[in-house]
């Protein structure tokens, strides 16, 4: 699996990007952000139970990341068209603010090494990617567990200091001087 410090690897993919008749996909790549943190979360598939709590979780704090010059990427090996159907039928995810990128080649969930052997999907992964396209976290839980994306955003703000940052620090509060 790549990790902390790994270059991010690139891509160009579809992804469902609204419910808006004509303009429900765009083709994306890695460098679609340029200049922007990314964080990239992946669910094993659409039309499951823990993976829109979690995307929905995303998307309530979609303008916190954004406030911090950040683009959320939701991913799957999902199609674009079963993101858009998911989206179309699912209340909680109407709405979303980012993309639903479909990694059906498994090509960037095998770059990666998060594609799941055992089921032949992705891990659910989290990678936040700087604007440099440097990873900087990783983080990947069992499939029966969802994040907590209020943690993945605490990192970024840790991140973004560029400093000594102690455990459990939040945002406003001193970092380590040394």
């Given amino acids: 699996m790549l990790g902390v410090g790994d270059q991010f690897p690139k891509f160009k993919m ?9 303009k429900q996909f765009a083709e994306l790549t890695d460098s679609s952000y340029e200049g922007k943190w990314k964080v990239y ?11 829109p709590t979690e995307i929905a979780a995303f998307g309530k704090l979609n303008k916190e990341f954004a ?12 199609s674009e068209f ?15 603010p ?4 479909a990694d059906k080649k498994k090509e960037l969930s095998e770059a990666l090494g998060i594609l799941d052997r055992n089921i032949g ?3 659910r992964a989290t ?21 907590n994306p209020n943690e993945v955003l605490r990192v970024l703000d840790a991140l973004q200091t560029d400093e000594l940052c102690p455990c459990n620090w939040e945002k406003g509060q001193d970092t380590l001087k040394v």
């Fill in 82 to 96: 079963v993101h858009l159907a998911w989206r179309t039928h699912h209340d909680d995810l109407r709405d979303l």
């Fill in 14 to 22: 579809n992804a469902a990007v609204s419910l808006e008749k004509g």
């Fill in 121 to 123: 999907m992705c891990q």
């Fill in 127 to 147: 990678f936040v990617v700087d604007p440099g396209g440097i990873v900087r976290f990783v983080s990947v839980n069992d499939l029966s567990v969802g994040r």
């Fill in 98 to 101: 980012f993309p639903m990128l």
């Fill in 67 to 78: 406030d911090r010059d950040a683009q959320v990427l939701g991913v799957s090996t999902d």
């Fill in 41 to 51: 979360f992946f669910w094993p598939m659409d039309f499951t139970f823990v993976c």
